[in-house]
């Protein structure tokens, strides 16, 4: 098993159509970033006049993804497969776990060239540990799998931990993201987790026009209820404190404040495979 910090030459980005919306770059613009373009901002400006909350919602799911980081590392689990991992934004899945214990091994996969041209961001792994970027569609979970970086840093055999923050609201069910994890989950032995986090309309319903508005930028966007967010922890152990809004699961210290559900309006769970 490969135990070094990889960007090989054939992740030379292709090019990047500047024209057109991405979800990662709409995310970095909304999160005060510098990587994004005009139709970007224009994608970020319309979905924020619709929800202004935005800014607030993504900043808990960067805090709820550390947290869970946190408590999976904490409870033993040295491998990760981070779907959807966006612009590296510090700190990254692999320098929470690797704080953790260094010896943790990550795989990031996203779509975005923008992504795969920062990506050496993410590969600046602890020496004990390894770190590979994929660039690769979440809709295709088949070469996820066989992909060679993938099983050159992870162990199969062991539990890995299946994370996507941020990124089902892009997946639409007509994509089939349900078989997408329910395929990634296969491939992964008894003892692996799913840590999901899913955007809702449930507590600001009209925040539901950000949603037309990604789709009028060209990018895909569902949100889902508490029941279709159920559907997708089928068959799993939900972790305490099961199903919640983002701010509510397992915060750093229960005696703060923390944004109402109409701000971060999105569910968290943690959920071990049997
Ligand atoms: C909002 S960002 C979330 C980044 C990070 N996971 C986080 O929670 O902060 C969504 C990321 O998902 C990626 N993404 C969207 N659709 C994707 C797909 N079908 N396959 C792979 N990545 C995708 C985007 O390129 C973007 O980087």
Redesign the pocket.
């Not at 990550?106 to 795969?116: A, H, K, Q, S, W």
């Not at 970027?133 to 070469?143: M, Q, T, V, W």
């Given at each position: 098993m490969a135990n070094f910090t990889s960007f090989e030459p054939d992740d030379v980005p292709p090019e990047i159509d500047t024209s057109v919306a991405?979800?990662?770059r709409v995310?970095d613009f909304i999160l005060g970033g510098k990587d994004n373009f005009e139709a970007d901002r224009r994608a970020a400006a319309g979905a924020m006049e619709a929800n202004p909350h935005l800014a607030t919602a993504m900043r808990e799911?960067?805090a709820l993804?550390r947290r869970m980081t946190a408590v999976l590392a904490k409870a033993g689990i040295r491998q990760f497969l981070?779907?959807?991992?966006?612009?590296p934004?510090s700190p990254n899945v692999h320098e929470i776990a690797q704080s953790i214990e260094p010896a943790s091994r990550v795989v990031y996969?996203?779509?975005?060239p923008i992504?795969l041209a920062h990506a050496r961001a993410l590969l600046a792994s602890s020496p004990e540990g390894a770190c590979a970027y994929i660039d690769?569609?979440?809709?295709d979970p088949d070469k996820i799998l066989a992909h060679p970086k993938l099983r050159d840093t992870l162990d199969l055999s062991e539990p890995v931990a299946l994370m996507f923050?941020?990124?089902l609201q892009?997946?639409p069910d007509d994509a089939g993201p349900h078989a997408i994890i329910g395929r990634l989950l296969a491939a992964l032995p008894s003892g692996s987790y799913l840590a999901i986090q899913q955007p809702t309309a449930d507590f600001y319903p009209p925040g539901v026009s950000a949603q037309a508005a990604y789709q009028r930028a060209g990018i895909p966007f569902q949100y889902r209820t508490r029941e279709q967010f159920a559907a997708f922890l089928d068959g799993l152990e939900l972790v305490d404190p099961g199903i919640t809004v983002m701010a509510d699961w397992r915060p750093d210290d229960e005696t703060q404040p923390r944004p109402p559900a109409t701000h971060a309006a999105a569910y968290a769970a943690l959920a071990r495979k049997p």
């Amino acid at each position: 098993m490969a135990n070094f910090t990889s960007f090989e030459p054939d992740d030379v980005p292709p090019e990047i159509d500047t024209s057109v919306a991405h979800s990662a770059r709409v995310y970095d613009f909304i999160l005060g970033g510098k990587d994004n373009f005009e139709a970007d901002r224009r994608a970020a400006a319309g979905a924020m006049e619709a929800n202004p909350h935005l800014a607030t919602a993504m900043r808990e799911n960067r805090a709820l993804m550390r947290r869970m980081t946190a408590v999976l590392a904490k409870a033993g689990i040295r491998q990760f497969l981070d779907i959807g991992t966006g612009l590296p934004t510090s700190p990254n899945v692999h320098e929470i776990a690797q704080s953790i214990e260094p010896a943790s091994r990550v795989v990031y996969v996203d779509n975005d060239p923008i992504v795969l041209a920062h990506a050496r961001a993410l590969l600046a792994s602890s020496p004990e540990g390894a770190c590979a970027y994929i660039d690769a569609d979440a809709r295709d979970p088949d070469k996820i799998l066989a992909h060679p970086k993938l099983r050159d840093t992870l162990d199969l055999s062991e539990p890995v931990a299946l994370m996507f923050f941020g990124i089902l609201q892009f997946i639409p069910d007509d994509a089939g993201p349900h078989a997408i994890i329910g395929r990634l989950l296969a491939a992964l032995p008894s003892g692996s987790y799913l840590a999901i986090q899913q955007p809702t309309a449930d507590f600001y319903p009209p925040g539901v026009s950000a949603q037309a508005a990604y789709q009028r930028a060209g990018i895909p966007f569902q949100y889902r209820t508490r029941e279709q967010f159920a559907a997708f922890l089928d068959g799993l152990e939900l972790v305490d404190p099961g199903i919640t809004v983002m701010a509510d699961w397992r915060p750093d210290d229960e005696t703060q404040p923390r944004p109402p559900a109409t701000h971060a309006a999105a569910y968290a769970a943690l959920a071990r495979k049997p």
